[in-house]
Each structure stands twice: as C-alpha cells, then as structure tokens.
C-alpha cells in the first residue's frame, strides 16, 4: 500500500478520536461544563458512557443509535461529527503529506468546526475555541511551513480590529436605520464578542490577507443563506458559523483566490 495512504489513514482514525472529543467541548464549553469530568454520559439517563460504546461511529451504529441502558435515541450529530473530523485529518494530510502543515492545518480546521458547532447551537463561540486557538496559532507559526510567527500575530491583531471596528460601525448604523431592532433581538451590539475574538483566532493562522477572505467571504455567505431566515423570524445569524467556513475555504484556496483576483480583476501580472 502507498505510504501516503498509510498517512491519510492514520491521520484519519486520528481524526475520528478527535471528532468524539470535540463533540464534548462543543456542547459543554458554551454551558460552562467541564471536558475532563463527568466522564462521557448519555444526555437522557446520565449513565456513563462505557469505553466499548464509544468508538468513534461504529460505537453508534452498533448501538443503532440508541442509548445501551435507556434506549433513548443518540442525536446523529455525534457520527456525523466523528466522520467529518476523521475525513477532514485525512485530507489535510493527503494535501501536506506528514508535515507540520499538516498538523497546523488539521488542528485549525478543527477549531473552527468546533466554533461552528457551538455557535449554530448556543449562539456563544467559547473562549476556549477563540483565546486559546489564538495562544496555539501564534505558537504553530514558529513551526515550519505555513506562516511565520510575525505574519501571524499582526494577523491576529489585524482579525481583531477589523470584526470590533465592524461591530461598533454596525451597531451604530442599525440604532440609526432602526431603532429598536437590537433590542427586538435581544441583544445591545451588532457583533458578537466571540465573533470578535474568533477573528482573532483565524488572523494567527491565516494572516492579514486570510483575514480579508474571511470576512468577506463569511458576510457575503450569511446574507445569501441565513439573510432571508433572519428578516422573516428576526433570529440572530450565527455569523460565526459562516465565519468558520469562510475560514476554512480561505485556509485551503486563498493564496490561489488572491491570485485570481490581482491577476484577472486588478490586472497585476
């Protein structure tokens, strides 16, 4: 068997673990519950989950998606979650081969799944995604490949600055338009303040021009998917959900969309 594949299948069953895992701290991060303790439990009973029922998908199927003591049905988030994670490992390392891009690329899609997860859920992106992806992405950038450490902190800050400024421009010009609207929403700010930091975040991992991807990309993907939704029902965007994947697409393609766009929009050759 090729060694590349030996690699992406490693990477991948890697990938699955840390899908079981980042189940856990997305659903206990945002309610301020601990990922150490209490073990792994079923939602319904609060039996503890026992290490032969929590094999990354199989665990689930075998199971037939029902909890072993209570037989109450498992959200299929949980294997859905572990494949993504699994398929997601593979193909950083399929890309990067056994490197430590690999492993910066991997630990970052990661996070920003995690974001994902908990914002479309609980509306909150926890510092723990935000703050300490931040402390892991700015010490990565000393790691060969990839940006370097300057390049990642000005991005940092640069994330920060851009979503704040954002956020204070938004607030104001929606209290102007209309009055009110915040307050029928249930909120007193345009932006998030984990958004804000979340930003912050993808900067140490992508840089400035990473950060300007981000952004635009991730705005322009939630007025065309979640715009409509919000001026009907007046819910809030989970504009870190649409962040995250802008993140992800600005990771993996936006050296060649930077390309694209001084090549064939400003006509720099």
């Given at each position: 068997m090729n060694e590349a594949w030996i690699v992406s299948g490693l990477?991948?069953?890697?990938?699955?673990?840390m899908g079981s895992f980042l189940n856990v701290c997305s659903l206990r991060w945002p309610v301020d519950q601990s990922v150490v303790a209490p073990r792994s439990r079923c939602p319904s009973c609060l039996e503890a989950v026992q290490w032969y029922d929590n094999v990354p998908v199989v665990s689930w199927l075998i199971l037939g998606a029902k909890c072993r003591t209570c037989a109450e049905p498992i959200s299929?988030?949980?294997?859905l979650v572990e494949l993504a994670m699994g398929?997601?490992?593979?193909?950083v390392f399929a890309a990067h081969g056994p490197t430590w891009e690999a492993v910066?690329?991997?630990?970052?899609?990661?996070?920003?799944?995690?974001?994902?997860?908990s914002d479309a859920r609980f509306y909150i992106i926890p510092d723990e995604f935000s703050l300490g992806g931040t402390v892991i992405g700015l010490g990565m950038s000393f790691l060969p490949g990839g940006i370097d450490w300057v390049t990642a902190a000005i991005g940092a800050a640069v994330g920060y600055a851009v979503l704040w400024l954002v956020g204070v421009g938004g607030t104001w010009m929606i209290k102007k338009i209309s009055p009110g609207r915040l307050e029928e929403a249930g909120v007193d700010q345009a932006?998030?303040?984990?958004?804000?930091k979340m930003m912050m975040m993808v900067g140490s991992f992508?840089?400035?021009w990473g950060v300007a991807q981000t952004v635009f990309i991730g705005s322009l993907l939630a007025l065309i998917v979640f715009g409509p939704i919000a001026s009907m029902s007046k819910r809030l965007i989970p504009l870190g959900v649409f962040l995250a994947a802008a993140a992800a697409i600005?990771?993996?393609?936006?050296?060649?969309?930077?390309?694209?766009y001084l090549t064939e929009i400003v006509g720099i050759t």
């Open positions: 990477a991948g069953l890697f990938g699955l673990m299929i988030q949980y294997p398929l997601m490992w593979a193909g910066r690329g991997g630990v970052f899609l990661t996070m920003l799944f995690g974001i994902s997860i932006m998030g303040g984990g958004d804000i992508v840089g400035v600005a990771y993996g393609w936006g050296p060649q969309m930077l390309d694209w």
